[in-house]
């Protein structure tokens, strides 16, 4: 935390009225460096122009590849592989930097009003950005019908933004507005986040409106009940136990022959055998004992405890394939795909032989590395390529010479003069295809933890 001596050191006598100045000074300094990147990112789109879509970079929702454009019909389509290396700069997650690029190709081309709005000061990037969410899925004229009626887009609200674009919808693209009238029930959904340190998760969803109710009924009834039987918790906090109790319900259903709740739990074992660390499989966090304790007291539940032992312990197989064991093993290890600044979980990656399987390299947990579908494309078919220097740890080389250091902190770029003897032993690894990788054999660094077998 700041302390007081710090604040007076940073800003002696400086009156409120010199610290909003000094506040609005920053503001205008911060959005002056993002216009001057975003026009490095349309200068870069410029010269990553592609004639044909094949190549192209494109959207994705979720882990699926949508093929369609990071920007509207109209702009410019840019090399996917180039886009991977653009995002690495910039410092950004592979779905979140290259929508952010495509928002700025949005902007540049299909929305000069807005762009020279952002370039002037008049309007701030994020707001751009936003606008730019709305129209990429236009048509090029519904696009240019809105850009033309925001002559003064600083005075635009959300709400009357959003009444354009459905205005510009039913003008230009009728057949496109009756499609997303039938298509918004797909919207539906219901997501269960990943468990929090405190074994709690969060629950958001969109309903039909009569399920919605139903749930909610159904969620008061069992709450008001479970207060008669004594329970004195707040009502809220009964709300989210009956959802569990209906859950539960169901699962006693045993409708596809396997009952009840069953929670697998990876144990690390540690130099202290008296104080592990149970890891919940399906949650992806930490649990206590006392909460272990509790689930094992809701009847029908089953927990299968899987101890973890040292990566040391090589366990190739033969084959190409990688069985289940081994999979496990290496999730535990990289739990997300390992590219720069990828956050996929490994449970939805590929596992790259590093050094590859034709050229010997074993299907071993010590060779195989965790690559999403796209950046396992990239580093198999482009000049991305990278060299394993520990488990766990990573050195990546764009094509343009760009290294990253992948490990379990995070991603980490790192200046070509500081890592040069690395980027040589890049260098002359083989091209394409064959990707460098650790030696077969090499051991794991203490206390790393992977499944027993």
Not at 195 to 202: I, K, N, P
Request: net charge negative; hydrophobic share 40%.
């Amino acid at each position: 935390m700041t302390t007081s001596a710090t604040l007076t050191a940073l800003f002696p006598e400086h009156t409120p009225a010199d610290l909003l100045h000094t506040i609005r000074s920053g503001v205008r300094s911060r959005e002056t460096l993002v216009v001057a990147e975003w026009d490095a990112i349309v200068a870069w789109a410029e010269r990553h122009v592609l004639a044909s879509p094949e190549g192209a970079a494109t959207l994705t929702d979720g882990v699926i590849d949508t093929g369609v454009p990071i920007a509207g019909d109209g702009a410019p389509l840019v090399s996917d592989y180039h886009l991977m290396e653009l995002v690495s700069a910039l410092g950004r997650s592979a779905h979140g930097g290259r929508a952010f690029v495509g928002r700025v190709i949005e902007c540049a081309w299909r929305l000069p009003q807005v762009y020279a709005a952002v370039a002037a000061g008049r309007l701030a990037p994020w707001r751009a950005e936003r606008i730019a969410d709305l129209t990429r899925p236009l048509c090029a004229d519904a696009a240019a019908y809105i850009d033309r009626q925001l002559y003064d887009v600083t005075a635009v609200g959300w709400a009357q933004l959003g009444r354009l674009v459905d205005e510009a919808v039913r003008r230009f693209d009728p057949a496109a507005a009756e499609a997303r009238r039938i298509a918004a029930t797909s919207r539906r959904r219901l997501d269960v986040e990943e468990a929090d340190a405190d074994g709690l998760v969060q629950v958001n969803g969109t309903l039909d409106a009569a399920d919605g109710h139903d749930l909610d009924q159904a969620v008061r009834r069992r709450a008001v009940l479970l207060g008669r039987l004594g329970n004195d918790q707040p009502l809220e906090v009964r709300r989210s136990i009956a959802v569990g109790e209906l859950a539960r319900q169901d699962l006693t259903l045993d409708l596809d022959g396997a009952p009840g709740r069953k929670v697998v739990l990876n144990l690390h074992l540690t130099d202290d055998p008296a104080n592990p660390v149970a890891r919940w499989d399906d949650g992806a966090c930490p649990v206590s004992p006392a909460q272990v304790r509790e689930w094992l007291q809701v009847p029908g539940t089953s927990v299968v405890v899987r101890p973890v032992i040292d990566l040391a312990d090589h366990v190739p197989v033969t084959s190409y394939e990688v069985p289940d064991r081994l999979r496990t093993r290496v999730a535990l290890r990289d739990p997300t795909c390992r590219f720069p600044h990828c956050t996929t979980p490994a449970g939805r990656c590929d596992l790259d032989h590093a050094l590859a399987h034709a050229d010997g390299g074993p299907t071993c947990p010590c060779n195989l590395v965790p690559l999403c579908r796209r950046h396992h494309r990239a580093k198999t078919f482009s000049s991305w390529r990278y060299l394993a220097l520990a488990p766990g740890s990573y050195l990546w080389q764009s094509p343009r010479q760009l290294l990253f250091l992948v490990d379990h902190r995070g991603t980490h770029a790192l200046d070509l003069d500081q890592s040069a003897p690395r980027a040589l032993a890049l260098a002359s690894c083989p091209g394409p295809g064959s990707g460098p990788g650790p030696r077969p054999g090499v051991g794991a660094e203490p206390g790393s933890g992977v499944p027993a077998a």
